[in-house]
């Protein structure tokens, strides 16, 4: 076994980059395809893109545990990591056939959700090629072929964006709603397919050992990573039913842009994971991996916050330039953006305790706040609230814009709720400093605040200038003071450019 360490720094830096710019453009095609569309044909995605998403889930977590035993294997028995990929591709190829077959017998009880039957299978097919491919896309993980994986992102998102495109331009108007998932599913089963050129895709085989270790690590990660996308993307299943015409396909392109935001920390979580799983059990490098931990929360605390708040605030002209016919659901989009800046600061604490085997007490927490918000979403129609009130007053009349922006708020909620009792859990479990996990949370926690007030005072729905001048010396500051109290932005940027070991 090499004793040269990974570069963490230059590993998940150039995973964020592909990732990255794979999302900015699945979201430019997103944008188009909604510009096209509109807003009411977004609004009947809701519950296929929905499905997409929930599907891979269905194989219980057997492709997650490569996360956690890939790199155990390759410390203590190198030959076995093959066995783990094998059984996972077994376990995860049975299961997604069993699932086919289940969707095909509750069709009729899935049609007050999707009456459109093409609709329906298209979602499926995308999501059961979504669940091969995470079979992939972990097991790189896992074997920290992190450049792979990288490449294999960008193959699978290009031909996605170049698929999508020419079936908008070349399908007539009423076929155009399900451009986006029949391009996902002829995507998906591409990538797969370069995977296997590459050697990831093995021939499916059970070994018992593997599946005893897989359905010992796989299924509470599974059950974790379930409830942290659904407590992004899960308020669906109520506004889906509550909302209608224009205002679920705002709702619906709000929801969307958390989900791509939700890649970013995801990139954390593909580093990091096996990075602190492989660490796990030793005594004498456990102070070390504190002190990484400490340090990767003070920098993720201070960049989401940067990256987010000056998102947000960058939306009105890209609305107007993009989608014009979207410009009166601003406020839900700013709001989305805004409530990603507590999910990424949890990020760093969530991948050492699923690192630690601690995943079913993540996915707990997270099912728990989800409900929170789901029971809040529920008696939106309800809500009164002068923050309500005065964001209303600075945007179009719309029916039913109150409820959207009532469950944008308490997803926001949901989101704060849950990191700080993650990060509550972390720092007794680590004995870290009140103070220093306090400091962690308070940019984000200011920003967002002020975000809100200018929300309220009408200050955001329209670009200004002195309020993206006033952001931008916020910012500044905070990246300057961070700097001088740690110099981790000058440590990480060497890091990111030392030498391979």
């Not at 970013?264 to 059990?281: C, E, K, M, N, Y």
């Not at 700080?420 to 220093?436: F, N």
Request: proline fraction near 6%; aromatic fraction near 8%.
């Amino acid at each position: 076994m090499s004793g040269t360490r990974p570069n963490l720094v230059r590993d998940m830096s150039g995973l964020a980059a592909a990732r990255m710019g794979v999302r900015v453009l699945g979201v430019l095609v997103g944008w188009v395809v909604a510009r096209v569309i509109g807003p009411e044909a977004l609004g009947q995605l809701s519950v296929p893109n929905l499905l997409f998403v929930l599907l891979p889930f269905v194989t219980l977590g057997f492709a997650d545990g490569l996360a956690r035993e890939m790199p155990l294997a390759r410390r203590d028995d190198p030959p076995f990591e093959r066995s783990l990929l094998q059984t996972a591709w077994f376990l995860n190829l049975l299961l997604l056939a069993l699932c086919a077959l289940l969707v095909l017998l509750l069709q009729p009880l899935l049609q007050p959700w999707i009456s459109d039957p093409l609709l329906l299978w298209l979602a499926v097919g995308a999501g059961l090629a979504n669940g091969a491919l995470r079979v992939a896309l972990i097991g790189l993980g896992g074997g920290r072929r992190i450049q792979e994986l990288a490449t294999l992102q960008v193959v699978q998102g290009v031909l996605r964006a170049v698929l999508v495109l020419g079936l908008l331009a070349l399908l007539p108007g009423p076929l155009r709603v399900y451009v986006l998932h029949l391009g996902m599913l002829i995507s998906l089963v591409g990538a797969v397919w370069w995977a296997a050129r590459q050697g990831v895709v093995l021939p499916p085989r059970l070994d018992r050992r593997a599946a005893g270790l897989l359905a010992r690590s796989g299924p509470p990660m599974a059950f974790a990573s379930l409830f942290l996308m659904l407590l992004v993307v899960g308020d669906r299943l109520v506004m889906s039913r509550l909302l209608t015409g224009e205002v679920l396909g705002f709702f619906e392109q709000g929801v969307l842009i958390r989900d791509g935001l939700l890649l970013l920390p995801g990139v954390l979580l593909t580093v990091l994971v096996p990075d602190h799983a492989s660490r796990q059990g030793d005594a004498e490098r456990r102070p070390e991996l504190l002190r990484d931990v400490a340090r990767q929360s003070g920098l993720v605390a201070v960049l989401s916050p940067v990256l987010l708040v000056l998102m947000a605030l960058q939306l009105p002209w890209l609305i107007e330039l993009l989608l014009p016919r979207f410009t009166a659901g601003l406020p839900l989009f700013q709001l989305a953006v805004l409530g990603m800046c507590p999910i990424f600061l949890s990020y760093i604490f969530v991948s050492l305790m699923i690192g630690e085997g601690r995943s079913l007490q993540v996915g707990l927490l997270g099912m728990a706040c989800l409900g929170g918000v789901l029971g809040v979403d529920a008696f939106a129609p309800h809500w009164p609230g002068p923050w309500l009130d005065a964001v209303t007053t600075h945007s179009p009349p719309l029916a039913g814009m109150r409820e959207a922006l009532s469950a944008a708020l308490s997803a926001l909620a949901g989101f704060w709720l849950f990191t700080v009792v993650v990060m509550a859990w972390g720092r007794a479990s680590w004995s870290l400093p009140t103070r220093r996990v306090g400091s962690w949370l308070l940019p984000s926690l200011i920003l967002t605040i002020a975000a809100l007030a200018g929300l309220a005072m009408g200050w955001l729905q329209h670009w200004q200038a002195w309020v993206n001048g006033l952001a931008l010396a916020s910012c500044g500051l905070l990246l300057t003071g961070y700097e001088m109290r740690s110099g981790q932005l000058a440590k990480m940027w060497r890091a990111r450019h030392a030498a391979k070991g």
